[in-house]
């Protein structure tokens, strides 16, 4: 089942503020290699972590451009290989 979720994308490269993971209410955000991800499975698309990334990294998956489109991906990767 596809699910719909806030989406972290290339800002937050290199960046890793973790601001979005002190305001998550469901604790779905996990540190990856290069980046923090959401677990769309558990979101529950409350927006706060998009309002806290000082960078401007996390969009809501409908908002995404083409380009940005590869992190829902990424992020379904990161959590099936955990
Ligand atoms: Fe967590 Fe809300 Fe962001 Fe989803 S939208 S990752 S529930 S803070």
């Not at 980046?35 to 698309?45: G, L, S």
């Amino acid at each position: 089942m596809s699910v719909m979720a806030f989406v972290i994308t290339e800002a937050c490269i290199g960046e890793k503020a973790s601001d979005c993971t002190e305001v998550c209410p469901v604790d779905c955000i996990k540190e990856g290699e290069d980046q923090y991800f959401i677990d769309a499975d558990t979101c529950i698309d409350c927006g706060a972590c998009e309002t806290a990334c000082p960078v401007g990294a996390i969009y809501y998956e409908d908002d995404l451009t083409e380009e940005r489109k590869v992190f829902i991906e990424k992020a379904k990767q990161f959590y099936q290989n955990l």
